[in-house]
């Protein structure tokens, strides 16, 4: 007998390469006596304790997938996909290994169990994927191998298995075939060992049934036998000794064993789909509950959910019980774990119960009072918006309330100074202690913050738009309430929240009442505000109302064009000057009041006021924060200035969507104001160093276009500014109108307006105006004398305007002329310095200042050598000639002005010239001294 028949050593490379058939395993039982022999001894050192097992490529190949698998479901429980990861590859290999197998044993098609683990690790990487805060909070190891992973899989089941899992998803809950005949249960494994088909089926019978006494099953060569017990199979797998080569043979097939084990397999599938049915069942009769509840083991209680009880069935319904109950309900609120939703319910619930018993109204309203402020207090953060349904039975509850008030009149008075000891509720007159103009404040605040917990661009916030109406009726109801028996601070602040509601609103009816075509009698929002206002003027005794109602008023005429009333009553509040001290919500108001007083100047070609009111919002760039219409982004330096809590006060102070002023309008306002400003300016003063900067945010979008290699067309309203800014500079007026009003620029602007042909036509005649004045600044100096209706044919306009124009420049010195009456003419006077002059005066200021430094550095070197000749007795005239000189110079500048300083000091140094330069330097009321200060910056470069 050979080693090979002896043994068992090469019985597992002969396994895989034999992969024609299954190889059934067989058990040696002898009945010979127990001996060891050589072959025993050499061959069972390692493996004589253990089952000998013989195992199909079938069953070696799938139990590598088994084994992967079973490590991709741990990695997916703790979501560690870079194990994932590695296993899936490992997964796609051993698949692919198996391959030739499945083709043999399954006719090619794919197994069920490796299809549910691709479709669960689809599903897992689909809902993680989705799952963007999650994702942001994986470490980076981790997410990099989320985004392979979804990757590969996406790739390797587009290209392979498509239709294989678009029909496993059809039918999920059918059970794998594939993995029954293998392994029974997973978890049925000794020792982490995978579990071979033969070796299942010899234990489980045996845990199964019970040994049958009739022996029917007890062939020697039936390897599934019940008879023998599992001791004895043990003992004698450990004591075999000799293997024959009987152990390799394919034995005969038993035809009634086969048709056992087709009625077993047949049996368990039945049983399966009654335990599936069985499960169904008690869902759809319980709901969605989890397995666990349906086992009937164990069910989750709700600790918070502790309800109070209501009355005993026996119990007699009185006022006093009914308080009693109520205060039983609200001692609970507050505390930690009152469920809020179910005191909202039983306070419900206890108003039914006392409107059954007809216990009056008194003992209604102060249920009320207190389901009103059980929903204000049902959002556990104060500073999140109500939900829509919250809100709906909030806004409906306060409506019940003031109808309720309202119909009892003069029976009822409410009030927080009625003290709960002196309350009564069973007779009238009834005291109950609660303030409904407090809950009508604090509805209108939630009505505000459920606006700013909308998405502005969705339907929802429409939806809830909606609702302001019935808010305004709640209001106009509160007022009636108030006005009976309400005090003067009372009045005040219910008209104050329904000016709240008004100012901001634009009326056609106002502007149809300035021109006469409303009818008499009818009252517009105009008189309503002013009714508002005039009486919080008179009798409101605090600051903030008051201040707040000035502030709407403005608004409200701004938006309405009544520039001067607007204007007036702006400047006789002096609001300018205390509006720092008040509270940031009232600053905010102040700020858009402004805006729109900046915007209805410039409506009324009121250009330099306009410019004034927006220059503090715009100067900055921080026009959004400081209107209330967002936050700007921090940059990574920034985020020390601004904290997350003072970010969330900052979000709660915003403004809701629909109130928002258009800040690209803003924008464009401020630039254009500032360009009909600014051109003319720097005309007039192109040579003068003491220039000063009106606008810097202009200045800043010049300075950008003028480092621009390229300039293009103009684009966006900033880039059209600026090509009209150039354009006018060159006194071609035609253009810069164009580059300002033009299809793009009325699409994003200018149709914003109401009535937005006449802010063009202002538009047009400004820009006509200001280009005459600017050709007057650049080339006065060119001409003799210019002829007023060549002017007016040069820029389009009436011979009476240019008139009108020339004269104020002459009047205000800007320009150095004289009127001709008879024939129309402007004579210039040929006083000031030319631009070669004007340039030749620069370079003397910057000489003079060289030599000045110079002779301080020669002074601080010691005193020895020829510093010391006695030039101070030469310098004497040297003073008083230049002492002369700059008074000439100081002279001049303080009679002609700005415009004539250059002039001025021009004729100072001509008088007084022969001085020397040291006494330009000694004197300090000399014009060289108060020239040289132009140019300190070369002073401090030569130091």
Known sequence: ??????????????????????????????????????????????????????RSAKEKRYEALYTIIKTIRNSKKIKDFNKMLTSYEELLKAFDKAKPVIAKEE????????????????????????????????????????????????????????DDIAKFRENPEADDDDAEEVVEDEGS??????????????????????????????????????????????????????????????????PEKEAKKIEKKEEKAREREMRKKEREQIKAADGDSDDEANDGSWEVVDRTATKVAMFAKDAEITTDLVIKKLAEIMAARGKKKTNRKEQIELL??????????????????KIKFAIIAALFDYNPKLSDAMKPDSWEKCMNGVDELLDLLEEQGDNVTSGEHILEESEQLDVPPFK??????????????????????????????????????????????????????????????VYLKRIEHIYFKFDTEVLDQKKGLLEAGKETSQDVMDKFCKYIYSKDSTDRLRTRAILCHIYHHAIHDSWYAARDLMLMSHLQDSVHHSDPVTQILYNRTMVQLGLCGFRHAAIKDAHNAL????????????????????????????????????????????????????????????????????????????????????????????????????????????????????????????????EKMNGKVWDLFYDADSVRAMLSRKIQEESLRTYLFTYSNVYDSISIPVLAELFELEVNNVHALVSKMIINEELMASMDQPTQCIVMHKSEPSRLQSIALQLSDKVSQLVENNERLLEQRGQGGWQNR?????????????????????????????????????????????????GGRDNDRGGFRRDSERAQTYGKAWN
């Open 348 to 365: 419900n619930e206890l108003a039914n119960i006392g409107q059954e018993h007809e216990l009056g109204p008194g003992i209604h309203m």
């Open 432 to 493: 109950v202690r609660g303030c409904f103009l407090t809950a009508v404040e604090r509805l209108d605040e939630e009505f505000v913050k459920v606006l700013k917990g909308c998405d502005a661009h969705s339907n929802e916030y429409v939806d809830r738009l909606k609702d302001e109406p019935k808010v305004v009726e709640i209001l106009e109801k509160a007022d009636k309430l108030v006005q009976k028996g309400g005090s003067a601070s009372e009045i005040c602040r």
């Open 1 to 54: 007998m050979s080693k090979f028949f002896g043994g068992n050593s090469d019985s597992e490379s002969s396994s895989d390469s034999d992969s024609s058939s299954d190889e059934e395993v067989q058990e040696v039982k002898s009945n010979k006596p127990k001996r060891l022999t050589a072959a025993a001894i050499l061959f069972s050192d390692d493996e004589g304790d253990d089952k000998r097992v013989v």
């Open 107 to 162: 006719g090619g098609v794919t197994p069920r169990f490796f299809l549910r683990i691709l479709v669960e690790m689809e599903d897992l990487i689909n809902e993680t994927w989705e799952d963007s805060v999650g994702r942001k909070n994986m470490s980076k190891v981790n997410g990099k191998s989320l985004g392979a992973l979804r990757q590969k899989l996406r790739k390797y089941l587009r290209e392979n298995h498509d």
């Open 870 to 918: 006695g030039w101070e007795n030469r310098g004497e005239g040297g003073n008083r000639g230049g002492g002369r000189g700059g008074g000439g110079g100081y002279q001049g500048n303080r009679d002609r002005g700005d415009r004539d300083e250059s002039g001025g000091g021009f004729r100072g140094r001509g008088r007084g010239g022969g001085g020397g330069y040291r």
């Open 189 to 254: 494994e000794d020792d982490g060992e995978f579990r071979a088909k033969s070796e299942e089926k010899e234990i489980a019978p045996r845990k199964a049934k019970k040994t049958s006494p009739d022996g029917e099953d007890d062939d020697s060569d039936d390897w599934m036998s019940d008879s023998e017990s599992e001791e004895s199979s043990d003992e004698e797998l450990q004591t075999t000794s000799v293997y024959t080569r009987d152990m390799f043979l394919k034995k005969s097939v038993d």
């Open 615 to 742: 220059l503090d919002i715009q100067l900055g760039g921080r026009s959004k924060e400081l209107i209330a219409q967002g936050l700007l982004p921090q940059r990574q330096h920034e985020r020390i200035l601004r904290s997350s809590e003072q970010e969330k006060i900052e979000k709660a102070r915003q403004m809701p969507f629909h109130m928002h002023i258009n800040l690209e309008l803003l924008e464009c306002v401020y630039l254009v104001s500032a360009m009909l400003i600014e051109i003319p300016y720097l005309s007039a003063h192109e040579y003068d160093a003491r220039r000063r900067m009106i606008s810097k945010s202009y200045y800043q979008q010049l300075r950008s276009s003028e480092r621009q290699a390229l300039v293009g067309p103009p684009e966006s309203m900033r880039e059209h500014v600026v090509a009209a800014s150039k354009a006018m500079r060159n006194g071609d007026w035609r253009k810069a109108r164009d580059f300002i009003i033009n």
